[in-house]
């Protein structure tokens, strides 16, 4: 499969734990997007970064949540101390610059 | 902030009928524009690209966009029950040596066979 893999598909998480996305995109795509789909809500950027380097993270919550792509292995979304507004679909999506971009499967968050 | 608007449905149409989807978008200096299509449950699916003032078309699909106006749209002709989804109007929107798809609320689509 040469999509865009994400994992885990679902992840439940207690309140005050800490939740790790992990998204690997798609061969020879360079540029890698987080989107936050809330119930009943839109599409809503969070992060954008290439290799070792975050590009534009406008979208990010202020505090506890960060995203990286490190040289080796996949981008991690990590959310510390989630809280229940946290539940939502993370979607990761991949392109090379200015082509169109395709999403992974996500991840569905659920708080308890 | 750039917005992008479209109709929020639901759109019901019968099987075969055409359905046609319309989106804005404020962002004047866009040049790239995207449908997806998002099965409940499902992650967003790319359909439709469309680039250049005109209509673009690909199978049963036909993206429309009119620059000047800021309006893309898209028509699903012989629609099929298969088609039921929302529709998600995408514009990329580039700025400060970034991009980032911009999406509307999307449109959802009931095909009844």
């Known amino acids: 499969n040469a999509g865009v893999m994400q994992n885990p598909r679902h992840l439940v998480r207690r309140r005050g734990q800490e939740a790790r996305l992990r998204c690997s995109p798609m061969k020879g795509h360079s540029h890698v997007y987080w989107y936050r789909q809330l119930p009943e809500e839109g599409l809503k950027f969070m992060v954008y970064l290439q290799k070792e380097n975050i590009i534009d993270e406008s979208g990010m919550p202020k505090e506890r949540f960060s995203a990286e792509f490190p040289k080796e292995g996949p981008s991690i979304l990590r959310i510390q101390q989630v809280v229940r507004g946290d539940s939502a679909a993370y979607f990761c999506?991949?392109?090379?610059?200015?082509?169109?971009?395709?999403f992974g499967d996500g991840t569905r968050l659920s708080i308890l | 902030q750039k917005e992008v608007e479209q109709n929020s449905g639901p759109l019901s149409v019968p099987e075969g009928a055409i359905a046609s989807l319309n989106c804005t978008y404020s962002d004047r200096v866009s040049q790239s524009f995207f449908w997806y299509r998002q099965y409940s449950g499902k992650s967003p699916e790319l359909i439709m690209s469309i680039y250049s003032n005109g209509d673009k078309e690909d199978g049963r699909f036909t993206a429309q966009l009119n620059k000047a106006s800021q309006y893309v749209s898209l028509l699903i002709r012989d629609s099929q029950p298969s088609d039921s989804a929302t529709y998600l109007c995408?514009?990329?929107?580039?700025?400060?040596?970034?991009?980032?798809?911009?999406f509307g609320k999307g449109t959802k689509l009931t095909v009844n066979p």
């Open positions: 995408a514009v990329n929107v580039e700025e400060g040596g970034s991009e980032k798809l911009v």
């Open positions: 999506a991949s392109s090379t610059f200015s082509r169109p971009q395709h």
